[in-house]
């Protein structure tokens, strides 16, 4: 072979090696703007969607604290009510000793009254078993509903269907 043939060879090796070197330093530009382009596009996305979170970590902060208020809320009115519950129950405790009071005044009345003492009665019996319409009142207005404070027992209670054992009261008595 001869010198011209080498070296055309070796220029066309070289012009070759040079244009592959040129395709590959393009493509790869490429390769790196593309890379760059969608880099930015999710950059983007990432701005937006971290701007999305921002507003969801927001609304859940804001949940919480309706949370905590409700959950404040619900603790002081359960404290209401514990307090209205004692409340009630010291009330219903000055009630019942109020009506025992009251019922130990009909029992003073009952014995101190002269028509009433004057009449015969069941030996044991309580005067105010068989006097207790013989003031005008009722068992329930006289003496008030024993069976609601569970201080009498049903055998305490006038029968229903019978009626009131009365006596008939002496004529000053009807004139008042």
Known sequence: MDTTTTIVVIIAVVAALLIAAVIWSLVTKKRKESRRAE????????????????????????????????????????????????QAQTRRADAASARDTVNQEFDQANEVDPDLSTRGTDVGARPDEHTRGTTGRTFEAGRGNRASTGSASRADMPPQDAPERQQPRPPHDQQR
Request: net charge neutral; proline share 0%.
């Open 39 to 86: 880099a930015t596009h999710l950059r983007t996305q990432a701005a937006e969607h971290s701007h999305d979170a921002g507003q969801r970590e927001a609304r859940a902060a804001q949940t919480a604290a309706k949370a905590r208020a409700a959950q404040a809320e619900a603790d002081a009115k359960a404290a209401e009510a514990a307090g209205l519950q004692h």
